[in-house]
C-alpha cells in the first residue's frame, strides 16, 4: 500500500480493503444487535415464561454459552473450511435465531435459539477481527480492525433504539404490536433484516490468503493479495506467510503448546487473560441489564431505555477516538488507561449505591447520588469503549503466528465468553445477595488488577506485520 498520494491501483486496493472490512464488519453489527436485543426483553420473558430472577438470569446468559461454543468451534472450523464460509454460517445462524426468539413460547424453546444465535455472535466475535487483520496493511490494521468494535456499538445502540421505540409505540415490551404479538418479540425479529444483508454480502467477498497459503492454495492467495497490494507486494507475502507456516502439518490445537518445554505457550496464556479481563470488569452487567439497574434505582422503563441509547451513543464516539490513537499510540498505553479509568468510575458507582437505601425492596438513591451513579456509569462506559472494547479484539485477531491464530482465537474465544456467562448468569444473584455496591466493587477490583496484568504481560503490536509476531 501506498501513501493517500498513491496511483490509482494503490487508491483502487484501498477501496477495495476497506469495502472488504465493511462487509466483515457486519459480523460485529449483529454481534452487538443480538447482545443488546436482550436489554430490552427482560420483563417479556419473566411475564411470557414466568420465570425467577435465577430463570430470568439464564433466558439472558443462555446465548453466551452458544458464544463460548461458537467462538471455539468456529476459531478451529475457519482453519478446515476457511473464514469466509465459516462466517457465512454464522449468518445463517443469525436468522435462525432471530426469528425463533421471537415465536418461542416457552423457556427452553427461546434458550434453544438463543445458544444458536449465540455461537453466530461466538464465532463472528473472533473471527471477524481475524479476517480484517488479514486482510489489511500493518500500518493500518489497528484502526481498520477497530472498526468491529465501532459496529458492535452501532449494533448494540440501534438494538436499544429499536427496542426503545417499539416499546414506546405499543406502550410497553410486554403490550402487543404489530400482528397482536408483543413488542418483545419484534425486538428480536427486526435483526432479521441485517443478518439476511450480510449473508448476502459475504458473497462477495475473498477468502483470508493466510488460510490459502496455509492450505497449499497458493496461486488463490497471490490472486487475492494481488488485489489488494499490487502483484509485487503479493509475490513477497505469499512467502513471507509460507515461512510462518509449518510444511509438516496443517494448524492444529496441539500447536498451541510449545514443542521444547511441553507448556501451554505464553502467548496463549496471554490471549486468555486479555479475553477473560474484558468480562470481569463488568460492561455486559451494563449492556445486559441495562434497563433493569436503572429501573432499580428509580427510573422509570422509558427513561431506562433513554440511558441506554445515550450510552450507545457515548461508546460510538469513544470507540472512534481509541480508532484514531491505536496506529500512533499503540495497543497497550490505550489499555493501561482504559484500565484505571474503570476502576476509579466503577469505584465510584459503588460508592454511590452504598449511600442508597432500600424501600420496599427498591434501592432508592438521593439526587445527588443518583447523578453520581449516572455520570460514573457513562464515564465508565467511555473508558471501556477507548481501551479494552476495540484493543482487546484488535489484539487477538493480530497477536497470534499464522500457524496458531484459528486455535488461539478459539481458546481465547471460548475464555472470553465464558467469564462472559459467569458474570451475566451472577449479576442477578450479586444484586440479590450483597447488592449493587458488592458487585461493582467486584468489578472495579477487576479493573485495578487489570492495570498489573496488562503492564507485566502485553507486549505491543502496533506496526508489526502478522508475520512477525512470537508466539
Same mark, same amino acid.
Request: with cysteine; glycine share 12%.
Given at each position: 500500500?501506498?501513501?493517500?498520494?498513491?496511483?490509482?491501483?494503490?487508491?483502487?486496493?484501498?477501496?477495495?480493503?476497506?469495502?472488504?472490512?465493511?462487509? +466483515?464488519?457486519?459480523?460485529?453489527?449483529?454481534?452487538?444487535?443480538?447482545?443488546?436485543?436482550?436489554?430490552?426483553?427482560?420483563?417479556?420473558?419473566?411475564?411470557?415464561?414466568?420465570?425467577?430472577?435465577?430463570?430470568?438470569?439464564?433466558?439472558?446468559?443462555?446465548?453466551?454459552?452458544?458464544?463460548?461454543?461458537?467462538?471455539?468451534?468456529?476459531?478451529?472450523?475457519?482453519?478446515?473450511?476457511?473464514?469466509?464460509?465459516?462466517?457465512?454460517?454464522?449468518?445463517?445462524?443469525?436468522?435462525?435465531?432471530?426469528?425463533?426468539?421471537?415465536?418461542?413460547?416457552?423457556?427452553?424453546?427461546?434458550?434453544?435459539?438463543?445458544?444458536?444465535?449465540?455461537?453466530?455472535?461466538?464465532?463472528?466475535?473472533?473471527? +471477524?477481527?481475524?479476517?480484517?487483520?488479514?486482510?489489511?496493511?500493518?500500518?493500518?490494521?489497528?484502526?481498520?480492525?477497530?472498526?468491529?468494535?465501532?459496529?458492535?456499538?452501532?449494533?448494540?445502540?440501534?438494538?436499544?433504539?429499536?427496542?426503545?421505540?417499539? +416499546?414506546?409505540?405499543?406502550?410497553?415490551?410486554?403490550?402487543?404490536?404489530?400482528?397482536?404479538?408483543?413488542?418483545?418479540?419484534?425486538?428480536?425479529?427486526?435483526?432479521?433484516?441485517?443478518?439476511?444483508?450480510?449473508?448476502?454480502?459475504?458473497?462477495?467477498?475473498?477468502?483470508?490468503?493466510?488460510?490459502?497459503?496455509?492450505?497449499?492454495?497458493?496461486?488463490?492467495?497471490?490472486?487475492?493479495?494481488?488485489?489488494?497490494?499490487?502483484?509485487?507486494?503479493?509475490?513477497?507475502?505469499?512467502?513471507?506467510?509460507?515461512?510462518?507456516?509449518?510444511?509438516?502439518?496443517?494448524?492444529?490445537?496441539?500447536?498451541?503448546?510449545?514443542?521444547?518445554?511441553?507448556?501451554?505457550?505464553?502467548?496463549?496464556?496471554?490471549?486468555?487473560?486479555?479475553?477473560?479481563?474484558?468480562?470481569?470488569?463488568?460492561?455486559?452487567?451494563?449492556?445486559?441489564?441495562?434497563?433493569?439497574?436503572?429501573?432499580?434505582?428509580?427510573?422509570?422503563?422509558?427513561?431506562?431505555?433513554?440511558?441506554?441509547?445515550?450510552?450507545?451513543?457515548?461508546?460510538?464516539?469513544?470507540?472512534?477516538?481509541?480508532?484514531?490513537?491505536?496506529?500512533?499510540?499503540?495497543?497497550?498505553?490505550?489499555?493501561?488507561?482504559?484500565?484505571?479509568?474503570?476502576?476509579?468510575?466503577?469505584?465510584?458507582?459503588?460508592? +454511590?449505591?452504598?449511600?442508597?437505601?432500600?424501600?420496599?425492596?427498591?434501592?432508592?438513591?438521593?439526587?445527588?447520588?443518583?447523578?453520581?451513579?449516572?455520570?460514573?456509569?457513562?464515564?465508565?462506559?467511555?473508558?471501556?469503549?477507548?481501551?479494552?472494547?476495540?484493543?482487546?479484539?484488535?489484539?487477538?485477531?493480530?497477536?497470534?503466528?499464522?500457524?496458531?491464530?484459528?486455535?488461539?482465537?478459539?481458546?481465547?474465544?471460548?475464555?472470553?465468553?465464558?467469564?462472559?456467562?459467569?458474570?451475566?448468569?451472577?449479576?442477578?444473584?450479586?444484586?440479590?445477595?450483597?447488592?449493587?455496591?458488592?458487585?461493582?466493587?467486584?468489578?472495579?477490583?477487576?479493573?485495578?488488577?487489570?492495570?498489573?496484568?496488562?503492564?507485566?504481560?502485553?507486549?505491543?503490536?502496533?506496526?508489526?506485520?502478522?508475520?512477525?509476531?512470537?508466539?
Amino acid at each position: 500500500m501506498g501513501s493517500a498520494g498513491g496511483s490509482t491501483q494503490e487508491r483502487t486496493n484501498l477501496v477495495l480493503i476497506i469495502a472488504i472490512v465493511a462487509v +466483515a464488519s457486519i459480523g460485529g453489527f449483529l454481534f452487538g444487535f443480538d447482545s443488546g436485543v436482550i436489554n430490552g426483553t427482560v420483563d417479556g420473558l419473566r411475564i411470557a415464561f414466568n420465570s425467577d430472577s435465577v430463570g430470568t438470569g439464564f433466558n439472558v446468559a443462555s446465548m453466551l454459552l452458544g458464544c463460548a461454543i461458537g467462538a471455539f468451534v468456529a476459531g478451529r472450523l475457519s482453519d478446515i473450511i476457511g473464514r469466509k464460509k465459516t462466517l457465512m454460517l454464522a449468518a445463517v445462524f443469525f436468522i435462525i435465531s432471530a426469528y425463533g426468539s421471537g415465536i418461542a413460547t416457552s423457556s427452553i424453546e427461546f434458550v434453544i435459539y438463543r445458544m444458536i444465535g449465540g455461537f453466530a455472535v461466538g464465532a463472528a466475535s473472533v473471527l +471477524a477481527p481475524a479476517y480484517i487483520s488479514e486482510v489489511t496493511p500493518a500500518h493500518l490494521r489497528g484502526r481498520l480492525s477497530s472498526v468491529q468494535q465501532v459496529m458492535i456499538i452501532v449494533g448494540l445502540t440501534a438494538a436499544f433504539l429499536s427496542n426503545y421505540l417499539l +416499546a414506546e409505540y405499543a406502550g410497553s415490551s410486554t403490550k402487543p404490536f404489530w400482528l397482536g404479538f408483543e413488542a418483545w418479540r419484534w425486538m428480536f425479529w427486526i435483526e432479521l433484516v441485517p443478518a439476511a444483508i450480510f449473508l448476502v454480502a459475504l458473497l462477495f467477498i475473498p477468502e483470508s490468503p493466510r488460510f490459502l497459503v496455509s492450505k497449499g492454495r497458493s496461486k488463490e492467495a497471490l490472486a487475492v493479495l494481488g488485489r489488494l497490494f499490487g502483484s509485487e507486494a503479493a509475490a513477497r507475502k505469499v512467502g513471507e506467510i509460507e515461512a510462518t507456516i509449518s510444511e509438516d502439518h496443517a494448524p492444529r490445537l496441539a500447536d498451541l503448546i510449545d514443542r521444547n518445554s511441553g507448556k501451554i505457550r505464553t502467548i496463549v496464556w496471554i490471549g486468555i487473560g486479555l479475553a477473560t479481563f474484558q468480562q470481569l470488569v463488568g460492561i455486559n452487567v451494563v449492556f445486559y441489564y441495562g434497563a433493569v439497574l436503572w429501573q432499580a434505582v428509580g427510573f422509570s422503563e422509558s427513561d431506562a431505555l433513554k440511558i441506554n441509547v445515550l450510552s450507545g451513543t457515548i461508546s460510538i464516539a469513544t470507540c472512534l477516538a481509541a480508532i484514531a490513537l491505536i496506529d500512533r499510540i499503540g495497543r497497550k498505553p490505550l489499555l493501561l488507561i482504559g484500565s484505571v479509568g474503570m476502576a476509579v468510575t466503577l469505584g465510584a458507582m459503588a460508592l +454511590a449505591f452504598m449511600s442508597g437505601a432500600l424501600v420496599d425492596g427498591q434501592l432508592v438513591l438521593s439526587d445527588g447520588a443518583g447523578l453520581t451513579a449516572l455520570v460514573a456509569a457513562n464515564a465508565y462506559v467511555a473508558f471501556f469503549n477507548f481501551s479494552w472494547g476495540p484493543v482487546m479484539w484488535v489484539m487477538l485477531g493480530e497477536m497470534f503466528p499464522n500457524q496458531i491464530r484459528g486455535s488461539g482465537l478459539a481458546v481465547s474465544g471460548f475464555a472470553q465468553w465464558m467469564a462472559n456467562f459467569g458474570i451475566t448468569m451472577t449479576f442477578p444473584i450479586m444484586l440479590a445477595t450483597i447488592g449493587l455496591t458488592g458487585a461493582y466493587g467486584f468489578y472495579a477490583l477487576s479493573a485495578a488488577i487489570s492495570v498489573v496484568f496488562v503492564w507485566i504481560m502485553v507486549k505491543e503490536t502496533k506496526g508489526m506485520e502478522l508475520e512477525d509476531m512470537q508466539g
